[in-house]
């Protein structure tokens, strides 16, 4: 929990940098509020998050992404929030080496993952799935489907402002929004191949300056 917290707090305070602390003019941190409300983030943590972006005395996050592969050819994509980029470059190059993989040039492997948006929305009353897919089509929807009792919404990493005012013009709950990258082909690895990656993962999991790390690893 603590993890989700750190996580969305970096992400309030760097949307607040980019667009302003009021949630009514910047819908990036309008679906953050709603998200850190789901996930039971307390409302002092939120506060305290839209108070860093605008702390003159505050380092500033940078959002930076590392990318580099992982034992057997296992390509990762790491997403950063950090106030030192020296350490956290450091450390990822490290986390790489010690697994044996490498760190690799920026750009490097972008080829090799589709960069998409996806909102978690409610289920609405009265509005069908193969109707709602339809409509988001001409807002760079490529995908609808239910995930429990949520909507799954994934489109172009473009369409981010497009969808979400789509969603709220319409009286749609957006329970979660965020970026994914969705790797074109997976490579399936053994048990014990497989472990050795999951040891790579942890160690950027325990990294605090890291936001999400995406892979070509196939699902067991």
Do not use: W
């Amino acid at each position: 929990m603590a993890r989700v917290f750190t996580k969305l707090g970096k992400q309030i305070t760097i949307a607040v940098r980019e667009g302003g602390p009021e949630a009514d003019t910047n819908p990036r941190l309008r679906v953050l509020i709603q998200q850190a409300k789901k996930e039971n983030m307390p409302k002092e943590n939120v506060e305290r998050a839209i108070k860093k972006a605008t702390d003159k005395d505050v380092s500033d996050y940078k959002e930076m992404v590392y990318e580099g592969y992982g034992p057997y050819g296992i390509a990762m994509v790491v997403e950063t929030a950090t106030d030192n980029p020296t350490r956290t470059v450091a450390n990822v190059r490290s986390y790489f080496n010690k697994h044996g993989g490498s760190l690799g040039t920026s750009g490097s492997l972008e080829f090799l993952f589709d960069h998409k948006c996806v909102f978690r929305v409610a289920e609405k009353e009265g509005v069908s799935l193969e109707d709602l897919e339809l409509e988001l089509i001409d807002y760079g929807v490529d995908e609808v489907l239910v995930d429990e009792d949520d909507i799954l919404i994934y489109g172009e990493f473009t369409s981010y402002s497009d969808i979400q005012s789509y969603l709220e013009e319409r009286g749609f709950e957006i329970h979660a929004a965020e970026f994914v990258r969705i790797p074109h082909e997976t490579k399936t690895l053994n048990d014990e191949q497989r472990a050795q990656i999951e040891k790579l993962l942890e160690k950027f999991e325990e990294d605090e300056d890291v936001q999400n790390v995406f892979h070509n690893m196939a699902e067991e």
